[in-house]
């Protein structure tokens, strides 16, 4: 079993920035693909962004392709996401999540999650 706690939620004004991060244990990082849901109240969890364990390889949901960034330090155990240009729907609790799938874009994919961080943005 691996642990994932994610950190660096919180209020932002729209078009304001924020940087989310989860840090692992329990397991040998650098062999998982790592990575971010997001869930509003009320609606299903959706994929938000992902990084292949293989080659490091990203990739995106459309909504937030070229606003947000999705990266790794495997000496760290962490991935971030780095969230721009932020909209008042894009509140949410994020979750990062863990799978020895090379690619994962679907919730059911994904073994391992954390608790989530609520990222709020005001209009």
């Known amino acids: 079993q691996v642990q994932l706690v994610e950190s660096g939620g919180g209020l932002v004004q729209a078009g304001g920035s924020l940087r989310l991060s989860c840090a692992a244990s329990g397991r040998t990082f650098s062999s998982y693909t790592m990575g971010w849901f997001r869930q509003a109240p009320g609606k299903a969890r959706e994929f938000v962004a992902a990084i292949s364990w293989s080659d490091g390889y990203t990739y995106y949901a459309d909504s937030m392709k070229g606003r947000f960034t999705i990266s790794r330090d495997n000496a760290k155990n962490t991935v971030y996401l780095q969230m721009n240009s932020l909209k008042p729907e894009d509140t949410a609790v994020y979750y990062c999540?863990?799978?020895?799938?090379?690619?994962?874009?679907?919730?059911?994919?994904?073994?391992?999650w954390g608790q989530g961080t609520q990222v709020t943005v005001s209009s």
């Open positions: 999540a863990a799978t020895r799938t090379t690619y994962g874009n679907n919730r059911s994919q994904y073994p391992y």
